[in-house]
């Protein structure tokens, strides 16, 4: 089982295995907020498991850069469609060059947005203009993209201590 950490402001920072959590909590690098109903027992003692953690202090927030991805795409544009606002399953997007490659197009932010495969046809080799579509929004670099929660959008079930922690829209409008 994982823990989640949270940083001192209570927002969700990682996720990290709960032997980790333990050691971090030795060393006072952060407070247990919620425990498992789970103990961990040595010969001496017994703990309860910690399900979410809080840091002690405050972390320097980095701004990384986000690697150009599929799945980092796919996570900026919220799986939909740029042109008809279709929610779909990864493998039914497909990326679209705004300005198409044959028109000096590039690869990069700026230029691809997650397309179902009929508007994406639709549109062919044109330019939104040139094709009469319009973009729902103008593709950019992110900044940041959700933390920790792609590990925790990959199908696996939210543990019942984290959902006071993390929360999402699971509204499809």
């Known amino acids: 089982m994982d823990t989640l950490v949270l940083t001192r402001g209570y927002l969700p920072h990682r996720i990290v295995g709960w ?3 333990i050691l971090m909590s030795f060393t006072g690098k952060v407070e247990v907020v919620e425990t498992y109903d789970e103990l961990i027992r040595s010969v001496s003692t017994a703990l309860p498991k910690p399900a979410v953690v809080r840091l002690t202090r405050a972390i320097k927030h980095r701004q990384p850069k986000i690697r150009f991805s599929r799945v980092n795409v796919l996570t900026r544009d919220g ?3 740029q042109y008809c606002g279709e929610k779909l399953p990864a493998r039914e997007l497909t990326f679209d060059h ?3 490659r044959s028109q000096g197009g590039r690869t990069s932010w700026e230029n691809i947005v997650t397309a179902c495969r009929d508007c994406n046809g639709r549109k062919g080799n044109r330019t939104p203009e040139q094709a009469g579509m ?3 929004s103008r593709p950019t670099r992110p900044t940041t993209l959700p933390s920790g929660l792609p590990k925790l ?3 696996r079930a939210l543990p019942d201590p984290w959902k006071d922690w993390v929360w999402w829209s699971t509204d499809d409008s």
């Open 19 to 21: 032997q980790k959590a």
């Open 153 to 155: 959008g990959s199908g």
């Open 79 to 81: 799986f939909r469609c």
């Open 134 to 136: 319009k973009l729902l």
């Open 98 to 100: 705004v300005q198409p």
